[in-house]
């Protein structure tokens, strides 16, 4: 299953509340990690995110492009991605 099909599945809450109905894992995610996610499922590139997260975040001093390559490897670790090729996503 590709990347983007497995983020569509997960469930988000505007609380940051994570449902995925594969696994029956569920997790939290703030503010910050919602709004990545919900970029991720619309099918956003990792630039894409990063610059989404810049407009609606107080990022000073952050590397968003750096946080959004972490949060995909977060990602992988649970399962929630597969290990695509970079640009797959």
Not at 37 to 58: C, I, P, T
């Amino acid at each position: 299953m590709s990347a983007i099909l497995r983020l569509k599945e997960l469930a988000l809450s505007d609380t940051g509340f994570v449902f995925d109905p594969a696994s029956g894992a569920t997790f939290t995610v703030n503010p910050t990690g919602l709004c990545a996610l919900n970029a991720m499922k619309e099918g956003l590139s990792r630039e894409e995110v990063a610059a989404r997260l810049r407009e609606r975040f107080d990022l000073r001093g952050g590397d968003p492009a750096r946080d959004v390559g972490e949060f995909v490897e977060l990602l992988r670790q649970h399962g929630l991605l597969s290990a695509e090729p970079e640009g797959a996503q």
